[in-house]
Antibody
């Protein structure tokens, strides 16, 4: 059974840094196309970042240069390093897996989400 | 960037109603369109992919249609478990979600 479990969410001051992790089971992260999607309180879904099986990374304009997606193959985990955090980064962050190995596929598995609150 | 616009933003309906949600893309996304259902405090759940393919385990009362820039999600007979927020998402050029449609009890 595919399972994704996020961790690392916290209350952080503006300008601070935070690292989110997503532990995967039931499949291999390094062979998969993975993504982070966020949802601000009471708002819709926003794609944040993605990484394909080849290690190519992609970022939304809103986080480009501040966030870094990566994976640890030995731990079968996905991570999101978030720097220079802003109030508008406050959201629940979901780890999601693309079906198959293509970015045109839908997100077929999601974690439960981890809350990041950026506030002084 | 491709923008996705859903209508309506909120929909009030009764159990048994036929419900249709529309999603329009700012440029063609081919058939690379998915629909998700989200309930409060929960992660989104995939319903429809490739515009009209029903995800395994999803009830057949859900259906999707369209291509290019205009898509619809139809619930043929609304059930109590279907009251939720629905999102469309394109994957033709990076990834963009619509703003969501909340289906409320009338």
């Amino acid at each position: 059974e595919v399972q994704l479990v996020e961790s690392g969410g916290d209350l952080i001051q503006p300008g601070g840094s935070l690292r989110l992790s997503c532990a995967a089971s039931g499949f291999t992260v390094s062979s998969s196309y993975m993504s982070w999607v966020r949802q601000a309180p009471g708002k819709g879904l926003e794609w944040v970042s993605a990484i394909n099986s080849g290690g190519n990374t992609y970022y939304a304009d809103s986080v480009q240069g501040r966030f870094t997606i990566s994976r640890d193959n030995s731990k079968n985990t996905l991570s999101l390093q978030m720097n220079s955090l802003r109030a508008e980064d406050t959201a629940v962050y979901y780890c999601a897996r693309f079906r198959g190995s293509s970015g045109i596929s839908p997100f077929d598995s999601w974690g439960q989400g981890t809350l990041v609150t950026v506030s002084s | 960037d491709i923008q996705m616009t859903q209508s309506p933003s909120t929909l009030s309906a009764s159990v048994g109603d036929r419900v249709t949600i529309t999603c329009r893309a700012s440029q063609s996304v081919g058939s690379w369109l998915a629909w998700y259902q989200q309930k409060p405090g929960k992660a989104p759940k995939l319903l429809i992919y490739k515009a009209s393919s029903l995800e395994s385990g999803v009830p057949s009362r859900f259906s999707g249609s369209g291509s290019g820039t205009e898509f619809t999600l139809t619930i043929s007979s609304l059930q109590p478990d279907d009251f939720a927020t629905y999102y469309c998402q394109q994957s033709n050029n990076f990834w963009t979600f619509g703003q969501g449609t909340k289906v409320e009890i009338k």
